[in-house]
């Protein structure tokens, strides 16, 4: 019905999947009226591309890679991330990696909150996404080893916020 212009149709999918897809441009936008902004303008592509959606795989899925790219469009303009660090000198504990595993949502956006623009992004990107950093250079036009060390600086940063929390 969507693919067809019925407008009810499109309402139930923007009311469906809106929260949902929300949550997702917070944790990378941490500014409300941006992520907002972010939220409409992937509904408008996905209202006005439903006709690529073929059926194969998961709908929201689908909508959720939608609302990435535009995301990562949002930073892309608005942000170069080109911090790098040496990533020989870094000295970040092994079980840092599990650190997503201790936090339930809200806290998880919290802290993202307080992270720089860059790390929030590949941590995103990495940990939450499943993306690779080949994957993650692509995407954000920026080198391998950029992807590795904003990762390694991000959980070092979300390691220091949750300590000093305590």
Known sequence: MCKSGDRSA????????????Y???KRYISSKEDAEDVLVESFFKV????????GNGNFEG???RI???EALMFIRKRV???EDAELELLNIPENSASIVEELNAAAILN????????YRTVFNLYVLEGYK???IAEELGISINTSKSQLILAKKKITELLTAQD
């Open 80 to 82: 170069l991330l080109t």
């Open 67 to 69: 609302v990435v790219n």
């Open 133 to 135: 950093h080949r994957e």
């Open 10 to 21: 499109q309402k139930w999918i923007y009311d469906r999947y809106a929260p949902v897809m």
């Open 23 to 25: 949550g997702v441009c």
């Open 47 to 54: 209202l006005t591309k439903i006709e690529q959606y073929q």
């Open 62 to 64: 689908w909508i959720r």
């Open 111 to 118: 802290v993202l909150d307080k992270l720089p623009i860059g």
